[in-house]
């Protein structure tokens, strides 16, 4: 199995050097809410290699606005677990685009946010992407003044996400 180089959301998510990380999130956790479709196990693979798993997601509650989403990666070319990631993770919904807002949990963990969209492949499958620090450098002192950006930019901004792998529905 090939490594991915994730972290988000990731999802899922994410060390990759190339992760828009922003000192605010793009909402509230407070105006957020879980959804019980996105609960469960996922299965994250790279998009040229779908037949490749680099990981799995385990999304659980973690209140009634956010989730908490383990992440377990391989290691490269085996089954072996080589990490365990804690993230936090809500969803701020701009029109009728879901943006979700990440960040790691430990004593270790930065507080900084990285975004996230997917895109429904089919079913349960989904394109997962990430916001982009190449494509994507403005700074916001506040989540009201970031999301004002994204609403008034949203098409400009959507093009600033960069596929990270497929999440798939994990089925037993």
Not at 104 to 120: T, V
Request: hydrophobic share 35%; aromatic share 14%.
């Amino acid at each position: 199995m090939k490594r991915l180089l994730l972290p988000i959301f990731t999802i899922f998510i994410l060390a990759s050097c190339s992760h828009y990380e922003s000192a605010t999130p793009l909402g509230l956790p407070e105006k957020s809410a879980v959804e019980e479709s996105f609960l469960g196990e996922w299965i994250l693979s790279d998009e040229k290699k779908e037949n490749e798993t680099s990981g799995f997601l385990n999304v659980m509650a973690f209140n009634h606005h956010e989730y908490l989403v383990q992440l377990y990666e391989f290691a490269d070319s085996s089954e072996y677990i080589e990490s365990v990631l804690n993230l936090r993770m809500f969803s701020t919904q701009i029109k009728k685009d879901n943006y979700f807002n990440l960040i790691f949990l430990g004593p270790d963990a930065e507080s900084s946010y990285m975004i996230y969209r997917l895109k429904e492949i089919s079913g349960n499958r989904y394109k997962l992407m990430y916001l982009s620090k190449d494509n994507f450098e403005l700074k916001f002192e506040n989540s009201e003044s970031f999301k004002k950006y994204v609403e008034t930019n949203q098409k400009e901004f959507n093009k600033a996400f960069l596929p990270e792998g497929i999440l798939s529905r994990k089925i037993d």
